[in-house]
């Protein structure tokens, strides 16, 4: 099942693999810059400050969801230095290198996927801008530098270790459009963030403000998308002693569900209420959401969450056991090896081991010390799912109490019943974020008001 991808280091400009891959030269950069690359992209041109009718006559191509979250990350500098969706230069090096073709660490796949046949109908070339609208409203301009094809299979096997359909990354990359489009995007009516994600959501100006105001120099980032167990609140509270850090700042992933994951809300409100209950101190614990679809490409989705952390403004980055794994693909602490290979990045690992409940020890157990093996209880996402489907009060240090009685207020409330996806929650949810309507100028109609900027 596991394929083994080779890494080139980032010095070496031999032939990588029989793969038919490029050979890349690096370009000497400063990967150790806070943004990455040294500068907060920011591209916002909002149509209420001008140039309305001529963005709304541009043609017109919807986005799904996870288009539509990753033009609201790159206009945004979540993904600093990328000012755009990748051309071919980028993505191969991206693919064969894990670094951008300047140079810069880069380790996931930013593309925008189109049909052929589409770019045909509307007549979209190279030199072109199109508007990109998401709920039928419009969302982000695209200025066109690039069309092409890309071998599919090549991008799975290089970025997730695998062609197997099984892989979620894999199944995902291969639903791709049969054409590339590369360029600038531009963020064009910035859209409203429903509750209760309001109170979470942050650009990254606004949250290296708060973490500024919270006088935080030293900042460990958490990578979520689970409702938090004793096991992760003590990941939390190892990383930020061996850190030194003043805080952690919870980065809560809210994207694309399946069946039988957490829903969005718990996820975010429960990591809260941790905080609210005082297992953390007001002033060390901040939850943030960020709007990202899982690749589950494990190790390389390992470097890509640390570079995103660093442009929120963390110093320190967690990584616990198979982080952004999925099965048996890849080895359990391969997220900790990877960063060997890379130049300093401007964010240091904090690489901890397993965190279990230990009937021994009676209480919360740490692998590195804990010496009762042979009669660990892991606190995995199955056994704590089973408590609360279970509907049974949890165990003694396994799931707070606190937390548990979010769990089924947000069932109640958000999921239908349920705090797991299920079909209901897929098609009638409240969605993440909902657009503004924009009408042209040059007719009879009333516009809209657009929003303050954000």
Same mark, same amino acid.
């Given at each position: ?6 890494? #080139? ?5 031999? +032939?990588?693999?029989?793969?038919? $891959?490029?050979?890349?030269? @690096? ?41 539509? #979250? ?10 600093? +230095? ?35 046949? @589409? ?15 998401? @709920? ?27 062609? %197997? ?24 009516n910035p859209p409203v963030i429903n509750p209760p994600f309001d109170r979470f959501w ?12 919270? &006088? ?38 809210? &994207? ?42 494990? +190790?390389? %989705? ?8 660093? $442009? ?20 359990t602490y391969a997220a900790h090896r990877i960063f060997d290979e890379l130049p300093d ?44 489907? &279970? ?8 799931? #707070? +109490? %606190?937390?548990? %009685? ?9 999921g239908f019943g349920s705090p797991f996806v299920g079909d209901e929650y897929l098609a ?27």
């Amino acid at each position: 099942m596991l394929q083994l991808v080779f890494y #080139r280091p980032l010095w070496d400009n031999s +032939p990588a693999s029989d793969m038919g $891959n490029t050979v890349l030269k @690096q370009a000497a950069v400063d990967n150790s810059l806070s943004p990455h690359g040294g500068v907060l992209v920011e591209r916002l041109a909002f149509l209420r400050d001008g140039g309305q009718d001529q963005v709304l006559m541009l043609p017109r191509i919807e986005v799904r969801d996870q288009l539509a #979250r990753e033009c609201l990350n790159i206009a945004y500098g979540f993904f600093s +230095p990328l000012t755009g969706f990748m051309g071919r230069a980028d993505l191969d090096s991206v693919v064969h290198g894990m670094t951008l073709a300047n140079g810069y660490v880069w380790s996931i796949p930013i593309v925008f996927d189109l049909a052929a046949a @589409q770019l045909a109908e509307l007549e979209v070339k190279v030199g072109d801008s199109i508007l990109l609208t998401y @709920q039928d409203q419009p969302l982000a301009t695209l200025d066109v530098e690039e069309i092409y094809p890309y071998d599919k299979e090549l991008l799975c096997a290089q970025v997730y270790g695998t062609t %197997e359909a099984a892989h979620p990354g894999v199944l995902r990359t291969r639903a791709y459009q049969d054409r590339f489009v590369a360029g600038p995007v531009t963020l064009v009516n910035p859209p409203v963030i429903n509750p209760p994600f309001d109170r979470f959501w942050r650009t990254p100006r606004q949250i290296r403000q708060t973490l500024s105001d919270l &006088g935080w120099s030293r900042v460990v980032a958490h990578q979520t998308r689970n409702v938090p167990h004793s096991g992760h609140e003590w990941l939390m509270k190892g990383a930020y002693l061996a850190a030194e850090a003043d805080g952690i700042l919870v980065s809560a992933v809210i &994207g694309e569900k399946k069946r039988g994951d957490y829903i969005d809300e718990a996820i975010v409100l429960t990591h809260q209420r941790l905080r609210d209950a005082g297992f953390f101190k007001q002033d060390v614990h901040y939850t943030s959401a960020l709007l990202w679809d899982m690749r589950y490409a494990g +190790p390389r %989705e390992a470097v890509f969450h640390a570079l995103v952390r660093k $442009n929120l403004g963390c110093t320190h980055h967690m990584f616990g056991r198979d982080h952004a794994g999925v099965g048996s693909y890849y080895d359990t602490y391969a997220a900790h090896r990877i960063f060997d290979e890379l130049p300093d990045l401007g964010i240091k690992s904090v690489l901890t081991l397993e965190w279990w409940y230990c009937p021994v020890c009676a209480g919360v157990a740490y692998e590195g010390l804990c010496g009762h093996q042979d009669q660990k209880q892991e606190l995995s996402g199955t056994f704590i799912r089973s408590i609360i489907q &279970g509907g049974v009060e949890p165990a003694p240090l396994t799931l #707070r +109490p %606190e937390v548990l %009685e979010v769990v089924r207020e947000c069932a109640d409330r958000y999921g239908f019943g349920s705090p797991f996806v299920g079909d209901e929650y897929l098609a009638d949810r409240t969605p993440v974020m909902s657009m503004h309507a924009v009408e042209c100028t040059c007719c009879a109609c009333t516009c809209t008001r657009l929003p303050e900027k954000v």
